[in-house]
């Protein structure tokens, strides 16, 4: 079967801005299946008064993509001929504008909008968020873009708690080391915990932790303490803490995990014949994927979906990253329902030991089972023991059948 599906990644916006994502509804007519939503709109350069907007290219099962429709809240600001780029010009230095794109296809064809993004344009100058008093409204769910303009430049930002531990995503460039602090409605400075992955090639993201009171306000203070800065922006992203527990058919726990923001922190407890535990196994996963992954050898994984992912298309990959070189007993993939084209030979695995150079897992073996209405596909492994794993498939159409939320729908089972 087809289901339509939405995808959002998260990548660097290499421009002075803050981005909100929402889904516009206006606009839309005759669409169905046939042209993909563009995905990862986002500017590319901007000065006070243009924006040249860029966004992942849309497919067309019904033709060919001609053009995208540029809109300027619920105003067309122009049509881009095929190219996944678009100026707009004549724009008011520090006014907030909100953009959305439609892709159209040979047959008329319109897909659902993009995610909106509503920035401001000119450099620092647009940041009203300099003082606590002015700080910029997060909310749970959503990817946030600032940007430290000068050594002296500080961002504050403010969200109100619907859950008892909430986890931040902080992603910053590898070349600067600007910090993150956690302040209470009264502005006294929370301890929160802090873990710091430098598993990609551009970026270190770090994962904040901390317990939070349902319906208080907290701050967030983003600053250089060296006056290092980059041309480079950071992303937050807030997300309630959760915790899944995992028992054998005995009753035994056999795994907990909690899950911060794309992370897990995972462990697992070991038995022996007689069911007294004798171990556990601790380890901090990440999940990723990579789009038209054409040569898996030498392509690392490393944007995050912010909803339900499409496993068979466009030669997808889903990456899991382990904070160190673990062995690897299993990896369970679930599906979101009971029906898929997905079989075995749709998939090849890899390993790596940085996330640059992958090879081949040759020896492992497949199972597909229906647990729950939903099918799991099981892969097992024997002596595999690494950091990195990337799963693959051969699709590379955009119809895809096998959906899965890449933060809970992938397990990782270890045997150490």
């Keep these: 079967m087809t289901r339509r599906w939405r995808t959002v990644i998260s990548l660097f916006v290499l421009v002075p801005l803050f981005i909100i994502l929402t889904i516009p509804m206006n606009n839309?007519?005759?669409v169905g299946n046939e042209v993909s939503t563009p995905l990862n709109l986002r500017p590319s350069i901007s000065n006070s008064t243009a924006?040249?907007?860029?966004w992942d290219?849309?497919?067309?099962?019904?033709?060919?993509?001609?053009?995208?429709?540029?809109?300027?809240?619920?105003?067309?600001?122009g049509t881009s001929k095929a190219d996944n780029s678009f100026k707009v010009t004549g724009l008011t230095s520090g006014t907030p504008y909100t953009f959305y794109v439609i892709a159209i296809d040979s047959a008329g064809n319109r897909s659902l909008p993009s995610e909106t993004i509503t920035l401001y344009t000119g450099a620092d100058a647009f940041e009203q968020n300099n003082d606590a008093s002015h700080a910029f409204k997060l909310i749970y769910g959503a990817r946030f873009s600032g940007f430290i303009s000068t050594a002296a430049d500080i961002d504050y930002f403010k969200f109100s708690s619907s859950t008892k531990v909430t986890s931040i995503m902080f992603l910053i460039s590898k070349a600067v080391n600007y910090k993150l602090?956690?302040?209470?409605?009264n502005m006294t400075?929370?301890?929160a915990q802090e873990k710091i992955d430098l598993s990609f090639s551009n970026q270190q993201t770090?994962?904040?932790?901390?317990?939070?009171?349902?319906?208080s306000v907290y701050y967030l203070k983003v600053y250089t303490p060296d006056g290092v800065i980059s041309p480079q922006s950071f992303m937050l992203y807030l997300s309630p803490a959760k915790t899944e527990y995992v028992y054998n058919n005995r009753g035994q726990l056999l795994q907990y995990s909690s899950s911060y923001t794309y992370r897990r922190n995972q462990t697992e407890l070991k038995y022996d014949n007689n069911g007294n535990l004798i171990k556990k196994i601790n380890a901090w996963q990440q999940f990723t994927y990579l789009d038209s992954d054409i040569t898996p050898t030498t392509r690392p994984t490393g944007n995050f979906a912010y909803s339900n992912l499409g496993l068979d298309m466009i030669k997808r990959s889903v990456g899991i990253c382990l904070d160190r070189s673990m062995e690897i007993g299993r990896i369970e993939l679930i599906d979101s329902d009971a029906s898929t084209r997905v079989v075995q030979s749709n998939y090849s695995l890899y390993q790596s030991a940085d996330n640059i150079t992958?090879?081949?897992?040759?020896?492992?073996?497949f199972n597909s089972s229906i647990v729950n209405n939903r099918i799991v596909h099981t892969?097992?492994?024997?002596?595999?023991?690494?950091?990195?794993?990337?799963?693959?498939t051969s699709y590379s159409d955009s119809l895809p059948t096998f959906v899965l939320n890449i933060d809970k729908d992938i397990k990782v089972y270890l045997n150490q």
């Design 28 to 30: 839309v007519s005759a």
């Design 51 to 54: 924006i040249v907007l860029t």
């Design 57 to 77: 290219t849309s497919i067309s099962t019904a033709g060919t993509i001609t053009g995208y429709d540029v809109y300027i809240g619920s105003s067309l600001a």
């Design 181 to 185: 602090e956690v302040y209470d409605s």
């Design 189 to 191: 400075l929370i301890q």
């Design 206 to 215: 770090r994962i904040l932790t901390f317990p939070t009171a349902p319906g």
């Design 358 to 365: 992958y090879t081949p897992i040759s020896n492992w073996t």
């Design 379 to 392: 892969f097992s492994f024997s002596g595999l023991n690494t950091r990195y794993v990337k799963i693959r």
